[in-house]
C-alpha cells in the first residue's frame, strides 16, 4: 500500500515541479531555466527538514512518511535535472556559472534543511 502513496506524492509533486518551472519567470542574469530546478530543490530541503525535526518528536504514519518524503518531496526535488542544468549550463555558457549554480544548490539546500529543522524545533519549544 505504500507504494500507492509513494506514486500519488511523486506524481504531485512532479507536476507541482512542472507548473513552478512554467510559472518562474526566467532570469538571464542568474541561471535562466535552471531557476526553477534551484527553487524547488531548496524549498524541497526547508519542507524535508521541517518534516523531519516534527516526525522525530511526532512520528508520521509509514503511509504519511511515503506520500510526503518519498514521494510528493521526491518528485519535487531532482538531481537529474539538476545535473543536467548544470551540464548545460557549462556546455552553453560558463563552467564557473555551473559550479556557482552547484554551490548555492548544496549549501543553500543544506542550508535550508536546517532552518526548516531549526524553525520546527523553536516552534515546538514554544508551544511546550
Known amino acids: 500500500m505504500n507504494w500507492l502513496w509513494v506514486g500519488l ?17 526566467s532570469n538571464p542574469v ?3 531555466s535552471a531557476n526553477a530546478t534551484l527553487s524547488v530543490n531548496l524549498l524541497g530541503c526547508f519542507l524535508i527538514g521541517i ?9 508520521l504514519s509509514p503511509a504519511m512518511t511515503s506520500f510526503l518524503m518519498m514521494g510528493l518531496l521526491g ?20 563552467v564557473m556559472l555551473a559550479f556557482g549554480y552547484v ?9 535550508c534543511f536546517w532552518v526548516g529543522q531549526w524553525l520546527v524545533k523553536r516552534i515546538s519549544d514554544y508551544l511546550t
Open 103 to 111: 554551490g548555492i544548490s548544496v549549501c543553500g539546500g543544506l542550508g
Open 30 to 32: 542568474l541561471f535562466e
Open 51 to 59: 518534516l523531519y525535526q516534527w516526525s522525530l518528536s511526532k512520528p
Open 9 to 25: 506524492g511523486g506524481a504531485l509533486g512532479s507536476l507541482i515541479r512542472a507548473a513552478t518551472k512554467h510559472l518562474l519567470p
Open 75 to 94: 518528485g519535487l526535488t531532482t538531481y537529474s535535472t539538476f545535473m543536467l542544468d548544470v551540464v548545460d549550463m557549462a556546455e552553453k555558457k560558463s
